[in-house]
């Protein structure tokens, strides 16, 4: 009977840990410990309906001429991702901003270099020799599951990859399925859910290593975590299985 105990222990513990594998990420298949390297094409980011862009002008008037000046003493505060939000234009339903004195600028589907472009050209006609800047402004992604963290993160960078995205949200737990992390994304109005493999190396050189502002990532939990330490009844079981071999030795005497 103690045999068949410690048997039922050795099987609990094997199955309630997580192996080695399911752990680390961009594995290797082929064992390969050599520098690797991959092409990875960063898709270029456009302006979107509803997106919040900032818009930098700057040009040989002066200030008071300038109906676009971006001076801090103007609208007061520095020049925080909050202050940014607060002088930002919003993209409306009709893909356009809309700017003093010029009107609407339809952006929508342009880069923010293009965008720049385009507005500056608008503005040629009322400032001397404009430059334009156009940033995107209070850009996030919403990381959920089995994560340390989970929450909503902003960021400023142009790109976002999802290991950096994890890394906002603390990492995934122990507990967490890095070969089924799911993304879900708004495009074209259509909502798509996209599954992501963390462990595979080949990840770096796909389009779905980079994240998009707006998404969500969501972090399944592996089958195994009902039945994990963390939550697998220990003292339950042990105290049943010592009961059952102090009232097996003492029937046996």
């Known amino acids: 009977m103690r045999n068949i105990s410690l048997f039922i222990i050795a099987i609990l513990f094997v199955t309630g840990c997580v192996s080695q594998k399911e752990s680390i990420y961009l594995q290797d298949a082929k064992k390969d410990s050599g520098d690797k390297s991959f092409s990875n ?75 720049a472009e385009e507005i500056r050209k608008q503005l040629e006609n009322y400032l001397n020799t404009p430059s334009i800047k156009v940033t995107f402004v209070n850009k996030s992604i919403t990381v959920l599951g089995s994560v340390s963290h989970p929450g909503r993160y902003f960021y400023a960078s142009e790109y976002l990859n999802v290991f950096q995205a994890l890394g906002m949200a603390g990492d995934i737990t122990e507990y967490g399925n890095r070969k089924e992390v799911v993304i879900v994304r708004d495009v074209n109005n259509e909502v798509v859910r996209k599954r992501v493999n963390l462990t595979e190396l080949a990840l770096l050189g796909q389009d779905e290593l980079y ?14 975590r009902q039945w994990g330490f963390e939550a697998f009844p220990w003292a339950l ?12 030795n003492y029937v046996g005497k």
Request: charged residues 20%.
């Open 211 to 224: 994240i998009q502002a707006d998404d969500v990532l969501y972090i399944e939990p592996l089958k195994r």
């Open 237 to 248: 079981v042990l105290s049943s299985i010592t009961t059952i071999v102090l009232v097996a």
């Open 41 to 115: 094409i960063k898709s270029v980011n456009t302006i979107r309906v509803f997106d919040q862009i900032y818009i930098q002008v700057s040009s040989f008037d002066d200030g008071n001429i300038n109906f676009m000046s971006n001076d801090p003493n103007r609208y007061g505060g520095g020049r925080t991702e909050a202050d940014l939000a607060m002088v930002s234009y919003t993209v409306n339903k009709d893909g356009e901003v809309k700017l003093p004195i010029v009107g609407a600028s339809k952006v929508v589907g342009l880069t923010t270099d293009q965008a």
